[in-house]
T-cell receptor
Framework: DAEITQSPRHKITETGRQVTLACHQT?????MFWYRQDLGHGLRLIHY???????NKGEVSDGYSVSRSNTEDLPLTLESAASSQTSVYFC?????????????FGEGSRLTVL | DQQVKQNSPSLSVQEGRISILNCDYT??????FLWYKKYPAEGPTFLIS???IKDKNEDGRFTVFLNKSAKHLSLHIVPSQPGDSAVYFC???????????WGAGTKLIIKP
């Protein structure tokens, strides 16, 4: 079955370290997204991509970067982790042909920055 | 400036009764409204949506109502079942860039 997987599922790191969260989907979807979920805020968009070599900043992109070298992967990098980036991160994908606004989410990556 | 608001952090409903989850929005440029359901340690999953030109959409036990004049939508679950216990997110799609704006979520607890 096609799916979207995130790794690691849990990560503890120290302030100032570089961290990369992986996202891999096998649906061949062009659109991929990274969100963070914090209590009281719902999901907030970090970065998104509409295809290979395309990346765009979302609502809360400061301190994060992404790259899209193939259709399947959109890794999220925190260049210098900060305590404010402690959160649960969700990757999602869509092909734009399903129900409007329908996204398919991974199971999430919980990041703790000490 | 929250464009999509879910003012109830939690809701407790008896099994078999109706669950009503509410959502308010401020931006008239939204073209679709969606509800997602999320279980602990899982990603959100799409539940039901409604176009801004409709006022009701039904899918089995789930019905979404849209009141554009009040900028309000609601999700009705009838009858409520134990498996409906989850966090429900309301989201709205911008017609200009198709991005989703999310509410903070409502935790629904179905009591036996």
């Amino acid at each position: 079955d096609a799916e979207i997987t995130q790794s690691p599922r849990h990560k503890i790191t120290e302030t100032g370290r570089q961290v990369t969260l992986a996202c891999h989907q096998t649906w061949n979807h062009n659109n991929m997204f990274w969100y963070r979920q914090d209590l009281g805020h719902g999901l907030r968009l970090i970065h998104y991509s509409y295809g290979v070599q395309d990346t765009n900043k979302g609502e809360v992109s400061d301190g994060y970067s992404v790259s899209r070298s193939n259709t399947e992967d959109l890794p999220l990098t925190l260049e210098s982790a900060a305590s404010s980036q402690t959160s649960v991160y969700f990757c999602a994908s869509s092909d734009g042909r399903g129900k409007p606004g329908e996204l398919f989410f991974g199971e999430g990556s919980r990041l703790t920055v000490l | 400036d929250q464009q999509v608001k879910q003012n109830s952090p939690s809701l407790s409903v008896q099994e078999g009764r109706i669950s009503i989850l509410n959502c308010d929005y401020t931006n008239s440029m939204f073209d679709y409204f969606l509800w997602y359901k999320k279980y602990p340690a899982e990603g959100p999953t799409f539940l039901i949506s409604i176009s801004s030109i409709k006022d009701k959409n039904e899918d089995g036990r789930f019905t979404v109502f849209l009141n554009k004049s009040a900028k309000h939508l609601s999700l009705h679950i009838v009858p409520s079942q134990p498996g409906d216990s989850a966090v429900y997110f309301c989201a709205a799609r911008m017609d200009s860039n198709y991005q989703l704006i999310w509410g903070a979520g409502t935790k629904l607890i179905i009591k036996p």
